[in-house]
């Protein structure tokens, strides 16, 4: 039954990074990218930070580092850019939004989401099947 368990914990390690990875990366991130190379930029200016300054992190947060989790290359290192995105998105963008999407329009739901999904991948780590299993490091 512990080989079970822990070939589960592996799995699921594995289903939550994909999702995850591949859904932030290709669903969010790509989008920031293609923004960034047209020129039209159209993001916030949060912390005293320009918005391509802002547009250039959430781009290397969402895009980037979402294609490291989706492989499981330094994946623990690569949730935390992604996990500081989400609470930003949670607490900052959209602090005046609801927290549930209901019938459509803007909340906090999708980002906090996100944010408790690399929250579990952070602690899970890549596991077993990843590129940090391959080079010898399950990080």
Known sequence: MKTI???DKDLAALILRIGFGFFIAFGHGLGKLQMLL????QFPALFGISPTVNLVLATLAEFVAG?????????????????????????IVHLSDPLFAGSGGASKEFAFL????FAAIFFLGSGKYSVDAIGGRRR
């Open 67 to 91: 294609i490291m989790v989706l492989i499981g290359f330094k994946t623990r290192l690569a949730t935390i850019p992604l996990m500081i995105t989400m609470a930003t998105a949670v607490f």
């Open 38 to 41: 047209s020129g039209n930029i």
């Open 5 to 7: 368990i822990k070939k």
């Open 114 to 117: 996100y944010l408790l999904g």
